[in-house]
């Protein structure tokens, strides 16, 4: 079991060539591009992701829409010496993303992102050349 424990979701613009990332305040531990979501701490996935899409985006999450993509285990922003998984939802959000509590900005990136060092280890490694692969990033 990885060090961080976390729920992330996908959330990918209409013509699925970008997704929404979070950047949290300078302060915090990273103001690595990381997945909204976050640490697992209620009784299940859906829950997490309930909760931490409203405090970070300050929108709710069309449950209806949410489809496990996978899990990812790398290097935790901020934190080289730990490791974070992540179990990765795809979904859709209901109102529009603005940063909220510990958010400082969200952005929308694509594959090109890919190799810029301000996308956190496991966006950059694992998620981002695994939605490619399975064309779920154009």
Known sequence: ????????????????????????????????????????TEDSDIECLRNEIKEEL??????GSLELVGEYTDVAAGRPERDVSIKLYRGKIIGDPKPSTEVEFVHWIGKDMSANSIVSPIVRNKIIPDLVSRQILK
């Open 1 to 40: 079991m990885a060090y961080y424990n976390k729920v992330g979701l996908l959330v990918l613009n209409d013509d699925q060539t970008k997704f929404l990332v979070c950047q949290k305040f300078p302060q915090n531990v990273t103001a690595d591009y990381i997945m909204p979501g976050g640490q697992l």
């Open 58 to 63: 300050n929108c709710e999450v069309d449950e």
